[in-house]
């Protein structure tokens, strides 16, 4: 596919002036001074700024989002397209300067499974992230809290990067809650205490296919991605992302093995 070049600084329009609705949250993030929580009015100053990073957070439930968004032209127009379509299909591509991803992420919902999961739309440039969903998700919440706790990043991209840590991070951990659940199943099986624990093993199989679903494409697209010739985003993002391409192969992996586990026990 191929793809535009995109320079946030010059094509930025500013916003009608309308109320926030639809941002999350909106941090700029200087080279030298404390972080800024701003508002969307606030958006074209800070993207003019020298060195500085700027993250954008938006919720496409809001019926006022796609406007604010279209309007201020801040995304490349292929990932555009893919928000309209509500094509949630995992991609991970260049778009000029920049890199666009749609992801999966668990979601963060009051009363949800833990294993259930939303698509995430990222779009980062040397000095800019944006992202928007249509659930809460757990990874943006963390990366929330973590910039207003002190995290810095040196672009957009590396902010992108630093999200991508934490999401493998809570899916590592879940990950280990299954085994652990499987574990214990385990030990009641050879205790002779079978019956109680067939309902449970059908759970923990579901959610074992499920993220199976979720996460194998991306490993796939991140597979395509580093294939593929992509000299302007430099040889560290090539580096992060064939870390999270590890990292997503070991995951799936396990997964694999904790599900072919859960039926090995349901069948006995």
Not at 13 to 24: A, C, F, R, S
Not at 91 to 114: M, N, Q, W, Y
Not at 175 to 187: A, R, T
Not at 192 to 197: A, I, N, S, Y
Request: proline share 5%.
């Amino acid at each position: 596919m191929p793809t535009e070049s995109f320079d946030t600084t010059t094509r930025f329009t500013p916003p009608t002036p309308l109320q926030d609705d639809g941002l999350i949250c909106g941090f700029h993030l200087p080279r030298d001074g404390p972080l800024r929580e701003i508002r969307f009015s606030e958006v074209s100053e800070a993207l003019e700024e020298p060195g500085s990073v700027t993250w954008l957070h938006f919720n496409l439930a809001h019926a006022g989002t796609w406007r604010r968004i279209t309007h201020a032209q801040l995304l490349p127009e292929n990932l555009c397209e893919t928000i309209e379509r509500h094509d949630e299909r995992c991609r991970i591509e260049p778009a000029g300067d920049g890199l666009i991803a749609v992801i999966h992420d668990l979601t963060f919902e009051k009363d949800s499974d833990p294993s259930e999961v939303a698509t995430l739309w990222l779009y980062a440039t040397q000095c800019l992230l944006i992202s928007a969903r249509r659930h809460p998700l757990k990874t943006a919440d963390d990366l929330r809290s973590a910039v207003r706790g002190g995290l810095r990043a040196e672009s957009g991209i590396d902010l992108m990067a630093q999200l991508f840590e934490l999401r493998m991070e809570a899916l590592r951990q879940l990950v280990e809650e299954i085994n652990e659940q499987v574990d214990d199943i385990e030990d009641k099986v050879l205790r002779g205490r079978v019956t109680e624990q067939r309902e449970e093993l059908g759970r923990i199989r579901r959610i074992c296919a499920r993220l199976r679903r979720s996460f194998a494409p991306e490993r796939i697209a991140l597979q395509r991605m580093l294939a593929r010739p992509h000299s302007a985003l430099g040889e560290r993002v090539s580096g992060w992302l064939r870390t999270v391409s590890d990292d997503l192969a070991f995951l799936t992996d396990e997964v694999t093995a904790l599900q072919e586990r859960a039926k090995l026990l349901q069948e006995e």
